[in-house]
């Protein structure tokens, strides 16, 4: 059974960092490109981050430099590495997988949502003052 599942998520203070998981079963993770995306209350899931399968990575520019996305292919992983949180970063947070190239535009952007085809539930991240 192809499986996406998050983790790593929940409350943590402006300025603090989480790292979030994203663990694959009944696939091996290394053949697709991965993205994260996130849906803050009120909005639409957008995209932040994705790593291909040559490892190129690509980022909305609100996380550019706070975030890095990478992968560990031993244990079918990506991570989202999230320092500096901010309140705006508060959203549930989702992989997803495609095995076409990724889009290189859009991130940041509800955009790239179309490109990938299996998603995990998500994972709740919450930012506080």
């Known amino acids: 059974q192809v499986q996406l599942v998050e983790s790593g998520g929940g409350p943590v203070q402006s300025g603090h960092s989480l790292r979030l998981s994203c663990v694959a079963s009944?696939?091996?993770?290394?053949?697709?490109?991965v993205g994260w995306f996130r849906q803050a209350p009120g909005k639409e899931r957008e995209g932040i981050a994705c790593?291909?399968?040559?490892?190129?990575?690509y980022y909305a520019e609100s996380v550019k430099g706070r975030f890095t996305i990478s992968r560990d292919n031993a244990k079918n992983t990506v991570y989202l590495e999230m320092n500096d949180l901010k309140s705006d970063d508060t959203a549930a947070y989702y992989c997803a997988t495609t095995l076409s190239p990724p889009p290189k535009t859009g991130w940041g952007s509800p955009t790239p949502n179309r490109a990938f085809g299996s998603w995990g539930q998500g994972t709740l991240v919450t930012v506080s003052l």
């Open positions: 790593i291909d399968t040559n490892d190129d990575k």
């Open positions: 009944g696939f091996r993770l290394s053949y697709w490109a």
